[in-house]
């Protein structure tokens, strides 16, 4: 297959050669703009061939039509040898925002011919036997640090596997919240036997919680990071969820803490981000949210984004439509743009606001209504297709 | 035809007398021209310059026609139905000052001969696609060529001819315009970029900022390619509707959205420097107040320039300046409404003289006018954003009836009314 699609692109430049020689008469400029005008009209493959013609020239400014094969290559999902022209682009490029451009679609590429494994939830991989030790409380304190965690659990082997899914967790964490940066703190983790023990020590357990995290300044004036979790459930078995979203939700949380200082951040983005932090999507948010939105149960997002505290008859809906209004945003934007609405938020913008500036638009007063449209319309549509998945499966089965 | 001849031989020998008037000088010397009085002074213009002689020199001066009698005598003389003389006399009466009578012949030659370019474009009139056309309408006719894209006509046709016949500078400019842009669209990226840095030296903001951004980004992007980094236009990627008209990726800067897109980025540059400022001066704004006004005021000038690429891009930028501008100025009238409740708690106390008592009151009414000159200050920075800071503009205005009602008490106790 390799070698086929190499004698397919060597025809190419070899057409693009014999195709620079009959149009000896355009300047560079023309050849460049010819092979542009073919990228728009939808023909990849006359768009390498003109800029690969342009390349072969080698007249001045001719290297920049590398970047016209790449994009060409890529629109043809020929990935390794879109890379390969983004390389040679690179390699001459000196304009920055070029070179960003270039080096985030070499990215894309790598991602297209060998995307990372789906990361599956730790405790998918965990055999009853496993669970069963996990459940077991010492009566030691055992003590385990990874590069930003010090995990206090009374199981040995439960705070080594807490302390390496904290750092998954921080990770992706990371990716969506700082843009890729790293968190530069230590943080603190206690793991509880048990809701009561976990009541008892944690700083700020809310009575129905089963983990919670603090931010704060000690007496000495040192920052107190820390979260606190609970190892077993009420029936006394190993609590996978504590592995799989409290720990990530509560993570997310303290790094947001951290994140915007003393000022607001939306509930429902807050506990949107956090539901994004958890280790696998839950789809029942997904379908109560497009249920929700398409009914008489919705909380229209001008509601939303003013709540700060939620009512028991509106809790489920309420982080429903956080998660599914979260995720649209982040599904829309560029991690940039992302990251700047975030920063943007921090300073007191109000959330149309601040995704109009960082996606540097004229401002618009109508925004915030199209933008809600906008995601009740998503919410819709991808609950629709849930129920239609589940149906089909429950069809095929 | 004869008839035509002998009046241009007359207008020639008028043209060479240089009007009509004839002055006799004491001394026996005569001259031709156009004679005007002041005091005691001839003064006589003729085709090479003006002479003056004292009045008592003066024997007599003999006044000749106006050119405007001129032109009568001759229009009596030429065949009114020969469009070619009655261009000339136009022509003449243009050049003599007599604009209107000028109008009115060329408007008789179009009747003659529909056709007639000289006379055409004498009137501003240019011919596109058969019609001759006002200025106005042509320019019209251009800017609809522009959108439907013909180039080539435009470049090579129609703005040529309304070049020729465009006198006012904003006329000019839009036919330069249209122009640059044709060239743009027709990929003649070199002639476009000279075309915006006409454009720009010769325009006043925002206009020349804009077109300044254009000839910049032609000037990076020579070839013009230009690499978009994100689809265009952004919200399309968000809102629902229509998808956007540029995917990201290499594009040609002829294509309008492409170019929107590159001027966006500078727009977004611009923002970027401002926010830096705006930061900067954040932080001063406890520590050192003017330092802080300053900083802002500098942001503001890269504000202008990315709203002047962008109208209203950084709108929502200048209301948060203003916002801050008002809690600083708030944090200083706080200080002074401070003084004047030090100052009235001190009426109640002390055992005053009238003369102490007075000089509290001056003081009391100091302090309130340093308290309204701050809320001025505010109303006037908040006016020009009455939606957005509705809140500010009435707490201050409220504040200052309040300001305004005490300093009236004050005042009547100081005059012992």
Known sequence: ?397 | MRRAVLAWLIMAVWAVSAGGDHVVLKDGRSFDGIVTLSEDKVVIEHAYGTISFPASEVTSIQRGPTPAQQLETQLALIDRSDPDAVFQLAVWAADNDLSKQSNELLREVVQLDGDHAGARKMLGQVRDDGKWLALPAALQVAQGKLEAGKYEVLLNQLLPALEEVAKESKQRLLILHIRGHSQLRSRRFEQARKSFELLAGRSTPPDSIRYAAVAELLKKHADGMYVMSEPYPPVAMVLDGPGPAVASGPASLARPPVLAAGLRACAKDAIKAARAVMDEAKKLELTEPEAAKVKYALAEKHFDKADAIVPGIAHSYRVEIVRRRIAMITKSMNVEAGKYDALKAELGKRDLTPAQYGELIVGMVRALNRVRSDLNAILQLASPFERELVLEITDATHRLQGVNALREILMQELHGK
């Open chain 1, 1 to 397: 297959m390799a070698s086929r699609t190499a004698i397919l692109a060597t025809g190419l430049l070899v057409g693009g050669l014999a195709l620079a020689a009959g149009i000896g008469g355009l300047t560079t400029t023309d050849r460049i703009q010819d092979a542009l005008s073919a990228l728009a009209e939808s023909d990849p493959v006359r768009a390498e061939a003109v800029a690969a013609g342009v390349v072969g020239s080698e007249r001045d400014g001719a290297w920049r039509a590398w970047i016209v094969v790449a994009a060409a290559r890529q629109r043809q999902g020929r990935h390794r040898q879109a890379l390969e022209a983004y390389r040679q682009f690179l390699a001459l490029c000196r304009d920055p925002a070029e070179r960003t451009y270039a080096m985030d679609r070499i990215r894309q590429c790598r991602m297209a011919f060998g995307p990372p494994p789906r990361p599956v939830p730790a405790s998918k991989l965990l055999s009853r036997q496993r669970r069963a030790e996990l459940a077991e409380v010492d009566s030691l304190q055992y003590t385990e640090s990874t590069e930003h965690f010090v995990i206090r659990a009374y199981n040995a082997s439960l705070a080594k596997l807490v302390g390496s899914q904290a750092e998954v967790a921080l990770r992706r964490i990371c990716r969506i919240i700082l843009f890729g940066q790293d968190y530069p703190h230590a943080v603190s983790i206690y793991v509880w036997a048990d809701v009561a023990e976990y009541r008892k020590h944690a700083v700020s357990a809310a009575e129905w919680s089963g983990g919670s995290f603090t931010l704060r300044q000690d007496a000495s004036g040192q920052t107190v990071r820390r979260i606190d979790l609970t190892q077993r459930d009420d029936d006394g078995n190993f609590d996978v969820a504590m592995l799989d979203r409290i720990l990530p939700h509560e993570m997310c949380h303290l790094v947001l803490a951290e994140l915007f200082g003393d000022a607001r951040c939306p509930l429902a983005l807050n506990e949107g981000l956090a539901m994004m932090a958890e280790a696998e999507v839950d789809n029942s948010r997904v379908l109560l949210a497009g249920a929700a939105v398409a009914g008489d149960r919705k909380i229209a997002m001008d509601r939303l984004l003013l709540m700060d505290r939620y009512k028991a008859e509106n809790v489920a809906v309420f982080y429903a439509e956080a998660f599914s209004l979260t995720c649209f945003l982040h599904r829309r934007l560029t991690p940039e743009q992302f990251r700047e609405m975030l920063a943007h938020i921090k300073g007191g913008c109000p959330l149309d606001e601040a995704v109009q500036r960082a996606l540097y638009v004229p401002y618009d007063e109508a925004f915030l209504e199209r933008l809600a449209r906008s995601w009740e319309n998503e919410a819709v549509r991808q609950s629709q297709f849930l129920k239609a998945l589940h149906e089909e499966e429950d069809t095929a089965s």
